[in-house]
């Protein structure tokens, strides 16, 4: 896979050294077994794969090269919203002087009508609207445009497009008020109807207007902003496809897609399947399959508890946090300094959407067994820097 050039602060020799080594012995990593090393008595199992993916990286290098283009031509840089869900990564390039057009939930901090011809624009990796791609269309040819859209999330949007061309309403599994959802279901419905459903739950409620043919217009509200404009229950439900935001749980979105192709086969028992449900696979990317099921290999392992470091707003962090949940105490952290001491930490929980602090975090004994992972979203270098206070912890 391509190696991308990005600023050296996000890297660890550490972690390098260990992802380099099982690289070298596992070169079509196909084990995903986790990875065991013992610093400072403690003993750290890290998931195979873990940390910045593909489009991240792309979009981290496109955003510097930029900067170092237009540095010195009084120009001024802006990123549509956060390039990734980092803060650490955000704050990195807000240094560097890129300023940022909309909030994560599209409310406008810098009026794309007021930017002026010097103005260069960065679409970040989650793409875009095709609203937003318009106004900036609007505002004139001066206005340069670099597209950091990862190519995973663009292979989605064709995906869509090939639905439609076989007429095809597309379900779109992902969090509405995510960047990228809202990127892919306006893409997307260019070109064929869409509905963005969150979970299996809703799947479920899905299937009670498609098998009973209920035209009730409750779907309207509770779907309400979910739906293409136009949207008929009556006509649009008849032949569907799924596809995914690109970071969703793999299994969720798996279960969705046997369930619907189960629910469309009840309703048109004598015509083929695919008359009427596309045989889509998953459209989950290469780094959230790999970095997923790393985690789930990793917890075979028994351990005293696991860390999974990330942005509190990344979906695919909070999705391996709801993984490792399952199976043992698990501490979602965005970087070393939720590490309090060796009784404190503070750590966001994925149910209440809040920061709390738990104590006494650390088992009692000197050489406790930790897992570690981190989200795509998130640089080596907070990782080296956990597993260094956890140490320092223990040396307390
Ligand atoms: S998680 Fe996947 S789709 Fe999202 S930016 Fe990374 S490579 Fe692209």
Known sequence: MRQFDIPSFYKSDYINAIKNKRNATDKLKKDFTPTFFEKGGVHFYIA?????????????????????????QNKKIYLLSEIIHNDFVNTMLYDQGIRFLYDTIGNSLIPLDTLDDHAVVIIPAF???????????????????????????KKVWNKGEQLSAKGYTTIVHGKWHHEETKATFSQISQHTPVLVIENLKEAQLLASYIVTSNTNTDFYDYFNNRYSAHFDIKKDLNKIGVVNQ???????????????????????PHDPVADHFADTKDTLCYATNDNQNALIAMLDTPADLAIIIGGFKS??????????????????????????????IQHFSIHTKAVQESCNWLPAHKHPTILLSSGASTPDILVEEVIDKIVACIDQ
Do not use: W
């Open 48 to 72: 195979r794969f873990f940390g910045f993916c593909y489009g991240v990286e792309n979009a981290i290098e496109i955003a510097c090269k930029v900067v170092d283009e237009y540095k010195n």
């Open 127 to 153: 793409g875009t609207t095709v609203a937003v791609q318009n106004k900036i269309k609007e505002r004139g040819a001066l206005i340069k445009q670099y597209d950091a859209t990862c190519p995973f999330v």
């Open 246 to 268: 690109t970071t969703q749980l793999a299994s969720e979105t798996k279960k969705i897609i046997a369930y619907l192709k189960d629910v469309m086969h009840k309703k048109f």
């Open 315 to 344: 979906s695919n962090t909070s999705h391996l946090v709801e993984l490792c949940e399952e199976k043992l105490q698990t501490y979602y952290i965005d970087g070393a300094d939720c590490i309090q001491d060796k009784s404190r």
